[in-house]
Nanobody, 126 residues
Framework: VQLVESGGGLVQPGGSLRLSCAASGNNLKSYSIGWFRQAPGKEREAVSCISSSDGGTYYAESVSGRFTISRDNAKNTVYLQMDNLKPEDTAVYFC????????????????????WGQGTPVTVSS
């Protein structure tokens, strides 16, 4: 599985960005796909995930109500719509995919997830 992120950039507080993750490989529908992020000086953390088992969506408490994950299976693309961005959302965002992980629990260690994209930076600053 190969994952390519796009859509990061600089945005003012309160603004919005939409990240995209283009996936390629076999049997992609069997993979849960999610997003991790790593802020400067901090560990990587799970942000959101969409499950292969039931299509359920899961969010970290810090982004719940502001971020929305969606999946377009026809385009093999997963999106992360980020609204009302805050400076603390500044991080490199990574798209991830895994066959075993079904997004529960959301907060797994990064080593648990098998496939990673290269990351796209998001900076929220005025």
């Amino acid at each position: 599985v190969q994952l390519v992120e796009s859509g990061g950039g600089l945005v003012q507080p309160g603004g919005s960005l939409r990240l995209s993750c283009a996936a390629s490989g076999n049997n992609l529908k069997s993979y849960s796909i999610g997003w991790f992020r790593q802020a400067p000086g901090k560990e990587r953390e799970a942000v959101s995930c969409i499950s292969s088992s039931d299509g359920g969506t899961y969010y970290a408490e810090s982004v719940s109500g502001r971020f929305t994950i969606s999946r377009d299976n026809a385009k093999n693309t997963v999106y992360l719509q980020m609204d009302n961005l805050k400076p603390e959302d500044t991080a490199v965002y990574f798209c991830v995919a895994d066959f075993v992980w079904v997004c529960r629990p959301l907060h797994v260690t990064p080593g648990y997830v098998e496939y990673w994209g290269q990351g796209t930076p998001v900076t929220v600053s005025s």
